[in-house]
């Protein structure tokens, strides 16, 4: 139990990316009241959690309505993971997450009297809940169908989405105090980690298409 909860954790900390949140929410919240960030950290976390939910509890009814095997949906989700992970190592994911909240903090500026609500777009889809996260949160009950194993999972899913209300909350003072060189580092040490779990995960869909013992 104590493996899976930690490569549920480990997953889903790279899938979501507690680490990038704080700056990308200050930054997409540059002029709002303290009020109104509340209110978005809040909402948000709510919003993602329900979409993280419904995948990890449908999904697996989803995927049966258009024919598609969960060995397939084991290879797919494996290579999207990896992609992502070489994202993480050379830095691309985090600039385009960067340039979304730039864009959301120009449009705020434009309109200063104006708070929008960027609780469902971007912060919750794509930013919490966005194709890794939904992937691995699909791949991982599908692997493990007990009510014990699975609440392990939710477990690591639940620690993230923490973490983030967490970064969203007291976001100035982490940004300054984390840096960074240390949120480059981690983002570089967990995106290894997340390349490794996801060969695995398409390994493990080959080696069930084509009948290979393990």
């Known amino acids: 139990m104590l493996s899976l909860l930690l490569a549920s954790f480990v ?4 899938a979501i990316d507690p680490v990038a949140m704080a700056p990308m929410f200050t930054t997409m919240t540059a002029g709002m009241t303290p009020e109104w960030r509340r209110t978005m950290a809040w909402k948000s976390i ?13 999904g697996a ?5 258009i024919h598609v095997s969960i060995d397939a949906f084991r290879i797919a989700g494996g290579i999207l993971l990896f992609l992502i992970a070489v994202d993480m190592l ?3 994911r985090a600039e385009r997450r960067e340039e979304r909240a730039e864009e959301v903090a120009a449009k705020q500026a434009q309109h200063p009297s104006h708070q929008d609500d960027i609780s469902v777009f971007p912060l919750a889809i794509p930013l919490i809940s966005g194709p890794g996260a939904i992937a691995s949160i699909m791949l991982f ?6 009510i014990a194993e699975r609440g392990v999972i939710l477990a690591g899913v639940g620690a993230n989405l923490a ?4 970064a969203f909350l007291a976001a100035g003072p982490l940004s300054k105090i984390m840096g960074e060189t240390v949120a480059s580092m981690l983002t570089r040490i967990f995106g290894i980690l997340l390349a490794a779990l996801a060969a695995q995960f398409v390994v493990d869909g080959i080696r069930n298409v084509f009948g290979i013992a393990a």
């Open 46 to 58: 709510a919003i993602a959690t329900g979409i993280l939910l419904a995948f990890a509890f449908g």
């Open 90 to 92: 050379f830095e691309k």
């Open 163 to 166: 973490l983030c209300l967490i």
């Open 11 to 14: 997953t889903f900390f790279v």
């Open 61 to 65: 009814w989803l995927l049966e309505q």
């Open 141 to 146: 009950f599908a692997e493990h169908e007990a």
